[in-house]
């Protein structure tokens, strides 16, 4: 796909969730924001101290009610069914004083945009057996056994919510929920999900099963995503091809990018390659979660090597042509004593694997909180050689992680502002990020 084929009037979230609290394991939820948590029990034991200094009390309970704030912000959006999370995200970008989404136009920096496209991304929480294969856990406490979530059931509350969410424009009034989109009949998202997958859960003839299904001989296109999107009737079996537009994996939940070494296995390493082979044979994006953070289910050692970026390096050198979006792109320059630390050993490791292999893409979902990430990494693109820069800045995509991005800002409208705004990166770079680059990640043939 050239750059005179590309759409420029179109908008992409590639890396959102559509989950609610009946997803997700809630103990690996519990972990995911228990800084949060945690930031108010440190409280608990200097209780007494503070009672002996009132001029602490109101700083102290100031600081606790923002953190209780953040948990209530986050669950207030995840108590809602799918169809309404997915009219909230519209209803916030309508609200407010100079929304960026006014009428059929959405405003970033100094370009306007025709169309919104989401891909939330699934995730596959649960597993068959109680511990995954070979792992041995450490319990917590007691009962600390994750229940099984099959990716079946978020599947079918997902496809029900875009339903619910297409079909909104036919309803005669609202919700008073969302009172900005009372005044607009048509809605603006269109919303194409990713499969998530772990090929742990599955049998090797069970996945060549799935890719049939779901992306028959070659990925959905975006016609065929518009055509069939909110027309699920709700029987999980009768949704076929055209229906997803990529695959997500999640190692932190114990899916292993190429298992080798001291987890090695065979069988898994077998199914991983099926994995790829098809994405590479299908022309099926894949987007990765990167990093140790997230909903974790899987011990400290199987994580730091399951979230490897060498394993991700390991896997392209094999299947070149496989399209990867490797996400949260880390940028914090700051180490103990706050001594700027330019190398960033991760960071470095995510601008290697794009410039390594042609079809490798990085977004920044949930790193965002303030511009002081776009000025980092600003900064970061302008010491590159202007070849590696220019590399660097077509394979960087926009992506919000709404709602798990709650934890480090407001709103899904503060998110997108922030990115409209700022002064670090150029109109070009965000027009790159949010419009072009995801384009060619999600829709053109593999280079190579």
Known sequence: MMSSDLDETTFYDVHMHAFNLSHPYLLAFIRRFKGKLGALLCFSPTLPLLAKIPDLWPAA?????????VAQNLLSVMENDIGSFFLLIENCLRDGKDPPLQGDRLHIGDRVYKRIILTPLMMDFGYKGKTPPGQKRKKSFHYDIPASKPIKEQVTDVFNGIKDYKESETSEKLSKKFPALESEPERMLEIYPFLGLNTQNYRYDEIEELFGKYFGEKASTEQELLANMGRFDGDIDHLTTGSFAGVKVYPPLGFD????????????????????????????????????????????????????????ERVLAAFPNLRLNLAHLPMDEKTLWFVPNPLHPLRNA????????????????????????????AK?????????????????????????????????SRCLTLFSKTKALTEDEKHAFCCLNPQRFLFAPAKG
């Open 61 to 69: 309970a100031s600081f606790m009610e923002s953190k209780i704030n």
């Open 257 to 312: 990018p190429w298992p080798n070494g001291k987890y090695g296995d065979a069988e898994e390493l077998r199914k991983v390659k099926l994995l790829y082979s098809l994405c590479c044979e299908k022309n099926i994006p894949i987007t990765a979660h990167g990093g140790t953070g997230g909903f974790v289910t899987v011990d400290k050692k199987r994580l730091r090597s399951y979230a490897s970026v060498e394993k991700w």
């Open 350 to 377: 995510y601008v290697k694997l794009v410039l390594n292999h042609e079809n490798a893409y990085i977004d920044f979902s949930c790193q965002v909180a303030d511009d002081e990430y776009f000025v980092a990494l």
């Open 380 to 412: 970061a693109l302008r010491r590159l050689p202007t070849p590696e820069r220019k590399k660097l800045s077509e394979r960087i995509l926009f992506g919000s992680d709404f709602a798990v991005n709650l934890l480090g800002i407001e709103s899904y």
